[in-house]
């Protein structure tokens, strides 16, 4: 089982607290199709899954990192989803506008930066001889 930890991911900007807001706003958003959403699953499927007794496995991490602002790329998709934050009022279009201008900038002076942690739990169901 893999899942992204959508609280982890950062981008690059002048604008610390602006940043922070969109990330975590991103995290917390629950999208039409969900039924339940939590940010922090990444963080959490060891646990969910050792927790139970049932699964003995590790938990493996990786880094999506991108450093190029473009529609191919991971980090610029999620990017313009912060758009979807305003529409339900979970951003303003102040933050969102001037933290997507901010990316173009970065990016056309070479120094756009994105990351974002997925985690992975890779285990075997515990079988117990008697």
């Known amino acids: 089982m893999a899942h992204w930890d959508w609280d982890s ?7 610390k607290n ?5 990330v975590h706003a991103f995290c917390d958003w629950q999208q039409d199709w969900m039924d339940h959403a939590d940010g922090w699953m990444g963080r959490r499927l060891w646990s969910t899954f050792n927790s139970t007794g049932r699964f003995d496995g590790l938990i493996h991490t990786r880094v ?15 990017a313009q989803d912060m758009r979807e934050l305003v529409k339900r009022g979970l951003a303003t279009s102040l933050d969102v506008d001037a933290f997507l201008a901010e990316q173009l900038t970065l990016n056309a002076s070479g120094r756009y930066f994105y990351c ?15």
């Open 64 to 78: 999506l990192t991108n450093s190029v602002f473009s529609p191919r790329h991971f980090g610029y998709a999620r």
């Open 18 to 22: 602006r940043n922070r807001r969109l």
């Open 116 to 130: 974002i942690t997925g985690f992975a739990y890779v285990g075997r169901v515990q079988t117990h001889r008697s």
């Open 9 to 15: 991911q950062m981008f690059d900007g002048s604008d």
